[in-house]
T-cell receptor, first 114, second 117 residues
Framework: AQSVTQLGSHVSVSEGALVLLRCNYSSSVPPYLFWYVQYPNQGLQLLLKYTSAATLVKGINGFEAEFKKSETSFHLTKPSAHMSDAAEYFCAVSVRGSQGNLIFGKGTKLSVKP | EAGVAQSPRYKIIEKRQSVAFWCNPISGHATLYWYQQILGQGPKLLIQFQNNGVVDDSQLPKDRFSAERLKGVDSTLKIQPAKLEDSAVYLC???????????????FGSGTRLTVV
């Protein structure tokens, strides 16, 4: 069975500081991994995805994530936080051949202080 | 391109009442998903349709939840009777096919927030 663990339900950073949101996955087969962002009262928007190509994945809004098989991790980073990055972030896993179903972590709420 | 449309945006009902949510996917998208997002948790898949057939409903509480996708386009999700623990945001998503999740235009709607009192 596949699962995702997001460490830290709430992360607070200052504007301009590094953003690091942690995600570890469990999967018995090579996974596809995703990061989604959710703004208040909105649906989920795809930030980036790993589908077995390059292990360093660049997404929208300056975010990137690195797939590390040895650590079963897929942490999300952004060098410099902006106020508009304040939102909830979800890591998700999908198994190849699973018909596209996503299994989500519990989410990490990012706050950005001025 | 229009996104995934859901209605209503908000709904408040008393326990034991029934409620229905509607989803209109992106035109041409064959696959439609309903997710339940309880406060403080990530979304959880309830049911997946491919055209008008059910692909996966293993996590749908079938004693009270039902869903249909008539003519392979719009979909409705119904709860009858509702319980307090059904309070959540119900998200609809659609994609062109059954390929990699998140790929090829996998798009979420804004959701319906249900409060059961």
């Amino acid at each position: 069975a596949q699962s995702v663990t997001q460490l830290g339900s709430h992360v607070s950073v200052s504007e301009g500081a590094l953003v690091l949101l942690r995600c570890n996955y469990s999967s018995s087969v090579p996974p596809y991994l995703f990061w989604y962002v959710q703004y208040p009262n909105q649906g989920l928007q795809l930030l980036l995805k790993y589908t077995s190509a390059a292990t360093l994945v660049k997404g929208i809004n300056g975010f990137e994530a690195e797939f590390k098989k040895s650590e079963t991790s897929f942490h999300l980073t952004k060098p410099s936080a902006h106020m508009s990055d304040a939102a909830e972030y979800f890591c998700a896993v999908s198994v190849r051949g699973s018909q596209g179903n996503l299994i989500f972590g519990k989410g990490t709420k990012l706050s950005v202080k001025p | 391109e229009a996104g995934v449309a859901q209605s209503p945006r908000y709904k408040i009902i008393e326990k034991r009442q029934s409620v229905a949510f509607w989803c209109n996917p992106i035109s041409g998208h064959a696959t439609l998903y309903w997710y339940q997002q309880i406060l403080g948790q990530g979304p959880k898949l309830l049911i997946q349709f491919q055209n008008n057939g059910v692909v996966d409903d293993s996590q749908l509480p079938k004693d009270r939840f039902s869903a249909e996708r008539l003519k392979g386009v719009d979909s409705t999700l119904k709860i009858q009777p509702a319980k307090l623990e059904d309070s959540a945001v119900y998200l609809c998503a659609s994609s062109p096919g059954t390929g990699i999740a998140g790929d090829r235009g996998y798009t979420f709607g804004s959701g319906t927030r249900l409060t059961v009192v």
